[in-house]
């Protein structure tokens, strides 16, 4: 009989902690790591963990720890090290920033951000709870390596409506194509595409009707972001509906090909302006440039024979 109490009672006690393991543990961490295996110096890297708990009901307080022997100075917490989860929050992001220096050794460097937690106001946490502290950990693993990594990952496309080309006198201004890349860096050094080329088609996709590449020089992602980014490309084409296959380079690697739909409108339907001077083509070009050459030199030489009789 006493050994059955025994054994009763331990079970008791065994429930008592899985309950009220369940009740305090409503706070975690995703994702729990700030790993990245390819920082060279001068890198900044970001990575965003998002605090979550189950239970808002109060002011919760967050202090953080960096714990990464000899690179502590390297870690910057968007939030500072000590801030509040308001009541009602469920799900907070704090961003760790790693700004390695330009003299960091080329080596892994491992360590830990500990999170502690615990009730702002030290009322309870929940009904019939007591206020305990809560914390989790994020694990970090970084590498410094002495090479540079050029390349990023095609997130989405886009392409907007444009105006059709326009003559003005002897010259044409072609059409602007605006392609619309969202990129992802995945390289540790600033990086774009090289180039853009578009294979226009009729709409049935059948008759190739034009070839076109990117003129303008393509802004770049710093490592490890992800942004929008444009690439202009000139078309003659008049207005209508067609098929445009596109390819995205990086170097001469292409890194993404695919196809999408291109409406051109009539000349002044679209907001969006078109080509200007740099838009000509080079005959085009020429017949400005060229004219103005010759006029400068005339002028030059006009005004350089007035200063010789002169004297």
């Given at each position: 009989?006493?050994?059955?109490?025994?054994?009763?009672?331990?079970?008791?006690?065994?429930?008592?902690?899985?309950?009220?393991?369940?009740?305090?543990?409503?706070?975690?961490?995703?994702?729990?790591?700030v790993?990245?295996?390819?920082?060279?110096?001068n890198?900044?890297?970001?990575?965003?963990?998002?605090?979550?708990?189950?239970?808002?009901?109060?002011d919760?307080?967050?202090?953080?720890?960096?714990?990464?022997?000899?690179?502590?100075?390297?870690?910057?917490?968007?939030?500072?090290?000590?801030?509040?989860?308001?009541?009602?929050?469920?799900?907070?992001?704090?961003?760790?920033?790693?700004q390695?220096?330009?003299?960091?050794?080329?080596?892994?460097?491992?360590?830990?951000?500990r999170?502690r937690?615990?009730?702002?106001?030290?009322?309870?946490?929940?009904?019939?709870?007591?206020?305990?502290?809560?914390?989790?950990?994020?694990?970090?693993?970084?590498?410094?390596?002495?090479?540079?990594?050029?390349?990023?990952?095609?997130?989405?496309i886009?392409?907007?409506?444009?105006?059709?080309?326009r003559?003005?006198?002897?010259?044409?201004?072609?059409?602007?194509?605006?392609?619309?890349?969202?990129?992802?860096?995945?390289?540790?050094?600033?990086?774009?595409?090289?180039?853009?080329?578009?294979?226009?088609?009729?709409?049935?996709?059948?008759?190739?009707?034009?070839?076109?590449?990117?003129?303008?020089?393509?802004?770049?992602?710093?490592?490890?972001?992800?942004?929008?980014?444009?690439?202009?490309?000139?078309?003659?084409?008049?207005?209508?509906?067609?098929?445009?296959?596109?390819?995205?380079?990086?170097g001469?690697?292409?890194?993404?090909?695919?196809?999408?739909?291109?409406?051109?409108?009539?000349?002044?339907?679209?907001?969006?302006?078109?080509?200007?001077?740099?838009?000509?083509?080079?005959?085009?070009?020429?017949t400005?440039?060229?004219?103005?050459?010759?006029?400068?030199?005339?002028?030059?030489?006009?005004?350089?024979?007035?200063?010789?009789?002169?004297?």
């Amino acid at each position: 009989m006493r050994t059955k109490q025994i054994v009763v009672a331990i079970i008791g006690i065994f429930f008592f902690f899985i309950g009220a393991e369940s009740v305090f543990a409503g706070f975690g961490i995703t994702p729990p790591y700030v790993k990245n295996a390819s920082l060279t110096r001068n890198s900044v890297y970001e990575q965003t963990i998002f605090l979550v708990r189950s239970d808002p009901v109060n002011d919760l307080r967050v202090e953080v720890f960096v714990d990464t022997p000899g690179i502590e100075d390297w870690f910057v917490i968007d939030k500072g090290t000590e801030f509040l989860m308001r009541r009602g929050e469920v799900k907070v992001p704090m961003t760790v920033q790693v700004q390695v220096p330009e003299d960091a050794e080329f080596e892994n460097y491992t360590g830990a951000i500990r999170i502690r937690t615990s009730n702002a106001d030290n009322t309870p946490t929940g009904s019939g709870a007591v206020s305990i502290a809560l914390g989790a950990q994020i694990d970090v693993d970084i590498s410094i390596i002495d090479k540079e990594i050029r390349d990023f990952r095609v997130r989405k496309i886009a392409i907007s409506d444009l105006n059709a080309g326009r003559k003005l006198g002897w010259l044409y201004f072609p059409g602007k194509i605006r392609f619309g890349i969202t990129l992802e860096n995945t390289g540790n050094v600033d990086v774009a595409p090289s180039k853009v080329t578009f294979d226009i088609y009729d709409v049935q996709g059948r008759e190739l009707l034009e070839q076109t590449e990117s003129t303008n020089r393509i802004e770049k992602v710093r490592p490890f972001d992800t942004k929008q980014v444009v690439a202009e490309l000139p078309t003659a084409l008049p207005p209508g509906n067609y098929i445009g296959r596109y390819s995205i380079f990086n170097g001469d690697d292409e890194k993404q090909a695919g196809e999408v739909n291109i409406a051109i409108k009539e000349y002044g339907t679209v907001a969006a302006s078109g080509y200007g001077f740099f838009g000509l083509s080079l005959f085009h070009k020429a017949t400005i440039v060229l004219p103005l050459i010759v006029l400068f030199i005339v002028v030059f030489y006009a005004t350089r024979s007035r200063k010789g009789k002169r004297t």
